[in-house]
Every structure is written in C-alpha cells, then in structure tokens.
C-alpha cells in the first residue's frame, strides 16, 4: 500500500488542523492505521492508531483529548484531526500502515512521505 499524507501547515497555537492520509491499493481496510510524528532533533513518536473497522482507537497522553483518528474504508482515507494546539505539536506528521494494534513505529510497514506541522506561541 502507497501513503500520501496531506493538511499540514502553519497554525497559531490553540487552533485546529486536519490531516488526512490517502491510501492506494484495495487492501487498505486490512491493515491498520497509525500516526506518528518526529520533531527535530527527537525520534519519531506514536500519536494515534486506529483498528481495521474504526471501533477502537489509542492515542498517546500527550494528544489525548485533543487528537482524533478516523477512517474511511470506502474511500481509503485515514485522518487526524488535532485541536488545541500547542507549540510541543510542531512535527512532520507520517501516517502508516501496520498489521498490529503498536505503538513501535517498527511494527508498521508502509510509510507516507510527512507533512510538517508547525505551532505558533
């Protein structure tokens, strides 16, 4: 499966952004969905997965509250909605695909490119 991530950009802090993560290939309602972001100079980190259907969902403590995940198998799409934003949200968002509920970014196989986020103080 191919990921394209889209929907970042600039954005004061405590407003609101919508990433969305478009899938190709006909097998995307069989794997599940995950976000993860990378701030410079630190690892990549987990921020939200969601399961094959879409009925269960985690997120990191960090965005809990703030962050939400959801699919759209009919049209292959995964999104992620993030309000309340704060300037420790600035990152390059990669959307990806695994065959696990993880946190281990190892655990997913299929990586979009990342669209940057960046939080103004």
């Known amino acids: 499966v191919q990921l394209q991530a889209s929907g970042g950009g600039l954005v004061q802090a405590g407003g609101s952004l919508g990433l969305s993560c478009a899938a190709s290939?006909?097998?995307?309602?069989?794997?599940?969905m995950g976000w993860f972001r990378q701030a410079p100079g630190k690892e990549r980190e987990f921020v939200a997965q969601?399961?094959?259907?879409?009925?269960?969902?985690y997120y990191a403590d960090s965005v809990k509250g703030r962050f939400t995940i959801s699919r759209d198998n009919a049209k292959n799409m995964v999104y992620l909605q993030m309000n309340s934003l704060k300037p420790e949200d600035t990152a390059v968002y990669y959307c990806?695909?695994?065959?696990?509920?993880?946190?281990?970014?190892?655990?997913?196989?299929?990586w979009g490119q990342g669209t940057q986020v960046t939080v103004s103080s």
């Open positions: 290939g006909r097998t995307f309602s069989s794997y599940i």
């Open positions: 969601i399961s094959l259907r879409g009925t269960i969902t």
């Open positions: 990806a695909a695994g065959s696990v509920m993880s946190r281990r970014a190892n655990d997913y196989n299929y």
